[in-house]
């Protein structure tokens, strides 16, 4: 596997590992989310802690208007799971 080699690329990969962790122990929780619309207060804590993880680790040259976590969000955790899961909203 090619390692990501300028900022912009290692904070993307860093969020979707860290999105993908949260989505790897909270299955239970992310099925009761979506389906109850209710994920983010579910998660709130994950999420938070997650974020802070992210921050800590990226460049300090990284652009701050850069939204690399909260894309992971959306691309891994709504969208990767939302998809197969019924909900009210979609």
């Given amino acids: 596997m090619a390692q990501a080699t300028g900022p ?3 904070a993307e ?3 979707r590992l860290i999105i993908e962790e ?3 122990y909270n299955k239970e929780r992310i099925r009761e989310g979506i389906t109850n ?16 993880y ?10 701050p208007n850069s939204n690399y976590f909260d894309q ?4 891994v ?9 019924s909900s009210r909203i979609w």
């Fill in 54 to 63: 992210y921050e800590d680790n990226i460049s300090p040259d990284l652009s």
């Fill in 72 to 75: 992971a969000i959306v691309d």
């Fill in 37 to 52: 619309d209710n994920l983010f207060d579910l998660l709130a804590k994950d999420i938070s802690a997650g974020r802070r």
């Fill in 8 to 10: 912009e690329e290692r």
């Fill in 13 to 15: 990969r860093l969020a």
């Fill in 77 to 85: 955790l709504v969208l990767g799971q939302g998809a197969h899961i």
């Fill in 22 to 24: 949260i989505v790897l």
